[in-house]
């Protein structure tokens, strides 16, 4: 009977250290968390609210749910949301500029019609 003790000790106690373990291979994904949410503070700065809201509130919505798997010390999940995160914030950045730059091009394009048709303008006097 004793051996019986011993034996399911043993198996308790291995059970236990495989448990824990498995809960500690996958750090707190401080990091990440971190470069997602600077990565939409820079979408943002990039007025990617305006330009990219889709991507941008997508971003958002990853970094909440990481941040409740953080809570909920589900890190492998945390640390996925929070990569998807910036990837997101990082295309709304992406496209908010490159609207931006399309934009100012258009402007441009604009003004060096305008000129050009003060130019015949002033030399048809």
Do not use: H, W
């Not at 401080?30 to 941008?56: C, D, P, W, Y």
């Not at 798997?69 to 990082?90: C, F, G, H, I, P």
């Not at 441009?108 to 006097?125: A, F, G």
Request: hydrophobic share 45%; proline share 2%.
């Amino acid at each position: 009977m004793q051996t019986f003790y011993k034996s399911l000790l043993l198996v308790l106690l291995l059970t236990s250290v495989i448990l824990f373990a498995g809960c500690s291979s996958v750090p707190k994904p401080i990091g990440e968390m971190a470069s997602a949410k600077a990565q939409i503070e820079t979408a943002v700065t990039n007025e990617a609210g305006k330009f990219a809201a889709v991507e941008l509130d997508r971003a958002k919505s990853k970094l909440r749910r990481a941040e409740r798997a953080v809570v909920e010390e589900e890190y492998l999940t945390a640390k996925q949301l929070a990569d998807e995160a910036r990837s997101d914030a990082k295309l709304a950045a992406a496209k908010a500029n490159a609207t931006r730059a399309k934009q100012s091009a258009q402007e441009m394009k604009d003004t060096v019609q305008t000129m050009e048709r003060e130019i015949d303008r002033v030399q048809k006097r």
